[in-house]
């Protein structure tokens, strides 16, 4: 019987369990998943993956240029009279049964069709950097906001260590009260301490929710999913912490990969090769044509066949409206030096930002260190005032405010290590990386 009773009892504690682990289990994400999942459901992206198919679809109008133009006619008509030309066709019928045929095509325009073509290749590359440009920017997005929730997550880890520690000095300060060796203040000092680190706790409790939340819209996670993410600071830092940079070198990466410096250079290409469009206008087009024709009074049709082919060429006069050209040629070439200003300006943007992420990372190594050597020392006065405080020599005063320093320093020393990391993949974004980080 107690071998059985034990039995149960063993198959209930494990079959319970089981149930709570699988209520508390949750999605858990890595960075680079979250990644996947914001870039292959991004409608932006998408959206320009369908306007580089429109590109390719205007290639093969223009591949149409050369071939030949077809057209046709029939028209059936009825005359109260017939003047004498008619009458010699039709007859004595008072019907008219009219078809034609033309023909009409290209032989030559001086390149214009291939300067066409040239302009919808270029468009198409710029769509290439632009698509780009998207990745680059879900990428620094999603994982800005990775790191958001890390921040506040390491934030509520040191709130709730804090919180174990007070309660901690709470249990002794109470058995010290009850033999008479502290007053009644300190227990109500470290109650109200705890409940400050519980407040605090809660504000970085909400700031993780609205990140997460921030990661589900952007990811386009399910609405009723409930997910974490993989935490790998420490990992990453360590890997990256003893990285050195060079700004040249930075700005080098720039000019040669950067997607909206080189969208630029395409848009310039494109306006140069549309200004050899407009001055190819000019020149003349020449051209082969065909027109046949059936005339009678009756379907089907009788012998009245009659045919006209030949070539020609077609000039349009560079003077008055034909002139126009000219001006746009002078746009253009405004245009391209508008875009050239406004090239160089977003070339300085980006080594401004640069030197600031460069000297930020400067200022979070400092740091890092910094809070290193305040912790060690604060956590070695704590242990100093706890002992004399439990030996009734030291006061509640000097272990809550070492518990606060403690408390404030950890929680800087976890956001430094992660702002290190944000940083870095800032530098990703700016030197237009569309690649994942790390």
């Given at each position: ?182 007053s009644g203040v ?30 589900k819209r952007l ?10 993410i993989e935490n ?207």
């Amino acid at each position: 019987m107690i071998n059985r009773f034990l039995l149960f009892n063993i198959f209930l504690s494990l079959t319970l369990s089981g149930n709570l682990l699988a209520q508390e289990v949750q999605t858990r994400f890595t960075l680079f998943q979250l990644i996947d999942s914001a870039l292959l459901n991004n409608y932006l992206l998408q959206a320009s993956r369908k306007n580089k198919l429109i590109k390719q679809a205007e290639l093969e109008i223009l591949k149409t240029n050369y071939q030949p133009k077809i057209s046709t006619s029939a028209s059936f008509s009825f005359w109260k009279f017939l003047l004498p030309n008619k009458q010699k066709v039709l007859g004595d019928a008072l019907t008219d049964v009219y078809t034609d045929v033309s023909i009409y095509q290209t032989i030559y325009d001086w390149g214009e069709n291939k300067a066409k073509k040239s302009i919808v290749e270029e468009e198409i590359k710029v769509n290439d950097e632009i698509q780009k440009q998207i990745r680059n920017t879900i990428i620094w997005g999603v994982s800005d906001a990775y790191f958001e929730v890390l921040k506040a997550e390491s934030e509520i880890s040191v709130h709730k260590n804090a919180l174990q520690q007070l309660k901690s000095h709470l249990q002794y300060a109470e058995n010290l009260y009850k033999i008479g060796r502290v007053s009644g203040v300190d227990v109500l000092k470290i109650n109200v301490q705890i409940s400050v680190e519980e407040k605090n706790m809660q504000k970085a409790q909400n700031a993780r929710l609205n990140q997460l939340i921030k990661i589900k819209r952007l990811c386009y996670l399910k609405e009723e999913d409930s997910f974490d993410i993989e935490n790998i600071s420490e990992t990453l830092y360590k890997e990256t912490r003893d990285l050195s940079f060079s700004p040249y070198s930075l700005y080098d990466t720039v000019i040669q990969n950067h997607p909206v410096l080189l969208a630029s250079n395409g848009k310039i290409n494109i306006e140069a090769k549309q200004k050899d469009v407009y001055m190819l206008q000019n020149q003349p087009e020449l051209f082969t044509y065909g027109i046949t024709s059936w005339e009678n009074a009756y379907i089907p049709f009788g012998d009245n066949f009659n045919y006209n082919i030949g070539v020609g060429i077609r000039y349009t006069i560079p003077y008055w409206g034909g002139g126009s050209y000219k001006s746009k040629i002078v746009q253009s070439k405004y245009r391209i030096e508008q875009m050239y200003d406004e090239q160089n300006q977003t070339f300085l943007d980006i080594k401004k930002e640069i030197d600031i992420a460069l000297n930020t990372i400067n200022d979070i190594k400092s740091e890092i260190v910094n809070n290193e050597k305040i912790i060690s020392l604060t956590n070695e006065t704590l242990n100093n005032a706890l002992v004399k405080y439990q030996a009734g020599q030291g006061t509640i005063i000097d272990i809550l405010d070492g518990q606060t320093i403690l408390t404030e320093t950890s929680i800087a020393y976890n956001k430094t290590i992660i702002n290190y990391l944000q940083t870095l993949v800032k530098l990703h974004y700016l030197t237009g990386n569309d690649d994942y980080p790390f």
